[in-house]
C-alpha cells in the first residue's frame, strides 16, 4: 500500500473490527506469526511492516522517528478505508500507538501496549550503542544473524521457541548491506523526545488501554508496566508469566487470549 513516506507491506486477514499490529525494533510483521490466524477469527487483522522495516520501502530520504512512524500509520489506515481501529503496539510500536491515540483519538478505538517504550526507558542499550560511528563500518561486514540470536534468546523464555526457521525470518531483510544500513538508520532515529515531549498530551489519552507485560522481560522492565497505568487514564494491566520481551513469539496464546477478552469485553 503507497503511503507519502513510500509503500508499506502488509498482512491483512479476517473479517471484523480492525485490528492493527505495530511490531518494534529489530523486528517485522513476522512478529506477528503466531497471533494473526487466531485473531482473525474475530477481528480484520491488519500487520503491517513499519517504513524502514521489513519489506516496507527504506527510502533513504524517509524520516524514522517514532512520531514520523504514528503519521504514516494514520494515512496507511486511511488508504485502506479504515477510519478507526483497535491498536496493538509492541517495543517502539507501542510507542507509535501511543502517539497514534494521542494525536487522532478518533481513530484509536481500543489501545494495547505489549512490553512497550514508555518515557525515557528506550532505546535500549544495544541500539542506543548503534548511533556510534564506528558502526558504519561494522555493519559492513558484521554476521548480524548472531547477534539477532542472542536478542531472541534473550527476549523469548519459552523452551524450544527460538528455532532456525525464527531466526532466518527475523534476520531475512539484514541479510544484504542495504537491508543492514537500514536497520542502522531506523535505529539511530529512535529518541525518547518523542514521547517525553508529548507526556502531557499522552496522559491525557482516554482511550480503553490494556498493557501486556512479559514477568521476565529483560530489555524493559515491567515495573514499566505500572509507569503505564498510573500515566493513562483508564488502564488494565495483565502479566504474563513466565515471558520474555517478545511476548507474541514467546507467549502468543497468552496474548491472543488477553488481546480477545479486553476487545469483547469493553
Known amino acids: 500500500?503507497?503511503?507519502?513516506?513510500?509503500?508499506?507491506?502488509?498482512?491483512?486477514?479476517?473479517?471484523?473490527?480492525?485490528?492493527?499490529?505495530l511490531h518494534g525494533i529489530p523486528s517485522s510483521s513476522y512478529l506477528w506469526r503466531d497471533l494473526i490466524d487466531p485473531l482473525?477469527?474475530?477481528?480484520?487483522?491488519?500487520?503491517?511492516?513499519?517504513?524502514?522495516?521489513?519489506?516496507?520501502?527504506?527510502?533513504?530520504?524517509?524520516?524514522?522517528?517514532?512520531a514520523a512512524q504514528a503519521r504514516y500509520m494514520v494515512a496507511f489506515t486511511e488508504s485502506l478505508g479504515v477510519h478507526q481501529v483497535a491498536v496493538v503496539g509492541h517495543d517502539i510500536g507501542g510507542g507509535v500507538a501511543q502517539l497514534m491515540a494521542a494525536d487522532e483519538p478518533q481513530r484509536v478505538a481500543r489501545l494495547i501496549l505489549i512490553d512497550s517504550v514508555v518515557d525515557n526507558n528506550w532505546p535500549?542499550?544495544?541500539?542506543?550503542?548503534?548511533?556510534?560511528?564506528a558502526w558504519d563500518q561494522i555493519m559492513v561486514?558484521?554476521?548480524?544473524?548472531?547477534?539477532?540470536?542472542?536478542?531472541?534468546?534473550?527476549?523469548?523464555?519459552?523452551?524450544g521457541r527460538v528455532t532456525d526457521e525464527l531466526v532466518d525470518e527475523w534476520t531475512r531483510p539484514f541479510q544484504d548491506l542495504g537491508g543492514r544500513r537500514a536497520y542502522l538508520r531506523a535505529?539511530?532515529?529512535?529518541?525518547?523526545?518523542?514521547?517525553?515531549?508529548?507526556?502531557?498530551?499522552?496522559?491525557e489519552i482516554e482511550t480503553p488501554t490494556l498493557?501486556?507485560?512479559?514477568?521476565n522481560d529483560k530489555f524493559l522492565d515491567p515495573e514499566w508496566a505500572e509507569t503505564l497505568?498510573?500515566?493513562?487514564?483508564?488502564?488494565?494491566?495483565?502479566?504474563?508469566?513466565?515471558?520474555?520481551?517478545?511476548?507474541?513469539?514467546?507467549?502468543?496464546?497468552a496474548v491472543v487470549e488477553a488481546i480477545t477478552r479486553f476487545l469483547t469485553t469493553r
Not at 124 to 133: G, S, Y
Not at 187 to 203: P, Q, S, T, V, W
Not at 211 to 215: E, F, Q
Request: aromatic share 4%.
Open 124 to 133: 535500549v542499550p544495544d541500539i542506543a550503542r548503534l548511533k556510534e560511528p
Open 40 to 66: 482473525s477469527a474475530t477481528f480484520d487483522v491488519i500487520a503491517p511492516d513499519l517504513i524502514g522495516y521489513g519489506d516496507s520501502d527504506k527510502r533513504l530520504d524517509a524520516e524514522l522517528s517514532i
Open 187 to 203: 535505529a539511530r532515529a529512535l529518541n525518547n523526545r518523542d514521547l517525553i515531549g508529548r507526556a502531557k498530551h499522552i496522559e
Open 1 to 21: 500500500m503507497r503511503t507519502f513516506a513510500g509503500d508499506v507491506a502488509y498482512l491483512r486477514k479476517g473479517q471484523g473490527p480492525a485490528l492493527l499490529l
Open 141 to 159: 561486514n558484521i554476521d548480524l544473524r548472531k547477534g539477532l540470536r542472542k536478542g531472541l534468546e534473550a527476549g523469548i523464555v519459552t523452551e
Open 211 to 215: 498493557v501486556i507485560w512479559g514477568a
Open 229 to 253: 497505568k498510573h500515566k493513562l487514564r483508564d488502564t488494565t494491566v495483565e502479566i504474563i508469566d513466565p515471558g520474555g520481551h517478545f511476548l507474541p513469539l514467546d507467549r502468543p496464546d
